[in-house]
């Protein structure tokens, strides 16, 4: 996504008064919620955000190679009674559901172009947090080239090896050097 000269000129000139809102969008099974880090509805894309103020927390996202797999972690409070029960119970609710995190400019309460795209993942893990006053969710989100990287066991062993490459012998196989002499590269 790439701004205009127009709005590049607009958000230069009014650098101080610009607003940068954190809009966040769960894809579960049943249902999406589209939510903003504001206090009032907020529309972009085509689309109203829920407002939930400090409802939901996101780690810091960092750059990185476009190759190398980042995962992103998302807080989100009981805004709504549902999406904290289906986490809670209902696995195949949000299981690889995709979860994007979109960062907006806004000027005077104006939005300046469309939402840029910081984040897209899925949805791997959610855990629950409570304490005395509150009862949250941590969503561990995993960027779609997380897959490419992971072992099936989720472990690097001789199991894992051999699932990878059946023909591999994998760790089983170690060089042994006992009673060897190693000539040619060793120079004095």
């Given amino acids: 996504m790439t701004f205009t000269p127009d709005q590049v000129a607009l958000l230069d000139a009014n650098r101080d008064h610009v607003e940068a809102i954190r809009l966040f969008e769960l894809e579960f099974a049943s249902a999406s919620y589209r939510l903003a880090e504001s206090t009032a509805p907020v529309v972009a894309g085509g689309h109203t955000w829920q407002p939930v103020g400090d409802w939901i927390e996101a780690a810091p996202v960092t750059s990185s ?43 005077d309460g104006v939005s300046v172009g469309a939402p840029v795209l910081l984040h897209r993942g899925r949805i791997m893990d959610v ?48 060089g042994q050097m006992q009673d060897k002499v190693i000539t040619g590269w060793l120079k004095a």
């Fill in 65 to 107: 190679d476009p190759l190398k797999v980042r995962q992103a972690e998302y807080v989100v409070g009981s805004f709504t009674d549902t999406l904290i029960h289906d986490a809670f119970h209902n696995r195949a609710e949000w299981y690889q559901a995709d979860v994007r995190q979109y960062m907006l400019l806004r000027l």
């Fill in 127 to 174: 855990e629950p947090s409570r304490s005395f006053d509150q009862e949250r969710i941590v969503i561990r989100a995993e960027p779609l080239l997380a897959e490419r990287n992971w072992t099936p066991l989720g472990r690097y062993t001789d199991r894992d090896q051999k699932a990878r490459s059946a023909g591999d012998r994998g760790c089983e196989y170690v």
